[in-house]
């Protein structure tokens, strides 16, 4: 398996432009989440899916991002508009569920700039 | 929210076994000990996790003690690609909590 695929890698943009992410997760996996990671905060959880539903979005920061799982093998992060304090590194992660134990899998991440 | 405590940095020689304590004191019962590691501008990697019993894989080895209030990854010969940081999260109905993590230098 090729593993979670992010696109783009490298994203650089205007302030008040939209930035959209996109994941693919395992094949096979249930679950799919999406992290923030910046050197003041961490890597934070912004929200997580299971079976392409949202189950847990209390850490997205504002109503600017949005998500969607349209499908099993497809997601997406959007910013509308951005803004500079929105640079940072964005993770996807996918596991299946086995009950109480579900490793997650991280992408490359997606390095956002915003100008 | 990150519920483990671990030192910040930690020095290994290339070769020795590094020993990477974590404190987690308010763990519950059915909380899992996952460790990860990130490597500079990678996405975080799984090395392994346990509930109360000790685990080894191909990558290391995890130690709980017996009450659960401690743990401590062992890579038994660190290599200087094993230099990263290396998270130990409590894991619970589908969250990770990050923490700071360990910056581990392994050097030759």
């Known amino acids: 398996d090729a593993g979670v695929i992010q696109s783009p890698r490298h994203e650089v943009t205007e302030m008040g432009q939209e930035v959209t992410l996109r994941c693919k997760p395992i094949?096979?996996?249930?679950?799919l989440f999406w992290y923030r990671q910046t050197m003041m905060r961490g890597l934070e959880l912004l929200i997580y899916?299971?079976?392409?539903?949202?189950?847990?979005d209390s850490g997205m920061p504002e109503d600017r991002f949005s998500a969607k799982m349209p499908n099993a093998s497809f997601s997406t992060l959007k910013i509308q508009p951005s803004e500079p304090r929105d640079s940072a590194v964005y993770f996807c992660?996918?596991?299946?569920?086995?009950?109480?134990?579900?490793?997650?899998?991280f992408g490359p991440g997606t390095r956002l700039t915003v100008l | 929210d990150a519920k483990t405590t671990q030192p910040t940095s930690m020095d290994c020689a290339e070769g020795r076994a590094a020993n990477l304590p974590c404190n987690h004191s308010t763990i519950s019962g059915n909380e899992y000990v996952y460790w990860y590691r990130q490597i500079h501008s990678q996405g975080p990697q799984y090395i392994i996790h346990g509930l109360k019993n000790n685990e080894t894989n191909e990558m290391a080895s995890l130690i709980i003690t017996e009450d659960r209030k401690s743990s401590t990854l062992i890579l038994p010969h660190a290599t200087l690609r094993d230099t990263a940081v290396y998270y130990c999260i409590l894991y619970n109905f589908n969250k990770f909590y990050f923490g700071s993590g360990t910056k581990l230098n392994v050097k030759p």
């Open positions: 992660a996918s596991s299946f569920e086995r009950g109480g134990s579900d490793t997650q899998y």
């Open positions: 899916f299971n079976n392409n539903v949202p189950i847990d």
């Open positions: 094949s096979g996996h249930d679950y």
